[in-house]
């Protein structure tokens, strides 16, 4: 293990995401080879021009040591503590980028405008356009994080509190490693971020073969029509 440091932290400002009308269908239930109701489609495409120019995607990441990891624990520098499978996720991580991704407010501004008034369609093709854009800039910040790490080095796939087994409770020890104000999020005393349309999370960052070894843990998983399967 590596002793402590001072984390790297690094704030994605300005991102210029291009939303993808097929991620927001898949967000609102389609899956690939779907062919929706040319009416959902064209609020889809009405959605996306509607929205050109006010949303307001950021993420920031904070780089920390990996202090000491037994199965089923994983402590980092900065005095936080996850547990659960997160200790078996990031088994080869030799340090954790600890991030928090957004969308921006706009875009709940708009599905909430949308659904009073009665415009339920709208307001459900937003809030997947606030889900996809959030996803889109935690692949931004892993790209980032990609441009940073050391050469031999691999990045895991993002593991956020609330899924995979890991308790939603983890979302304090997040919030405690990155400061997240500074991208406009703050968390909730029901663990619940606002804006909502954000994802926080962990890539764990170690040898490039033993990430690769440790593998994708939704191939081992009985939920098999979980919307978060990678």
Known sequence: MTGSADPEIVTLD??????????????LGYPADAHPDPRIEAQVHST????????????VYAIHPVLSR???????????????????????ARRVAVFVATAGPEVVRMADEALRSNDTLGGLVFNALGSHVAEAVVHRIAADL????????????????GYCGIPLTQQREVFRLVNASGIGVELLPSLIMKPIKSVSGLFGIGPASDVTAVGNPCDHCAL?????RR
């Open 14 to 27: 300005q991102l210029e995401i291009e939303p993808d009308p097929a991620e927001v269908l898949r967000y």
């Open 48 to 59: 996306l021009r509607s929205s050109r120019g006010r949303l307001c995607p950021r993420g």
């Open 70 to 92: 037994t199965r089923r624990r994983l402590e980092l520098s900065g005095g936080a503590a996850f547990s659960g499978p997160v200790g078996e996720f990031l088994a080869a």
């Open 146 to 161: 990609r441009t940073r790490i050391e050469p031999g080095e691999g990045l895991t796939l993002p593991y956020s509190p």
């Open 224 to 228: 098999v029509d979980c919307n978060m």
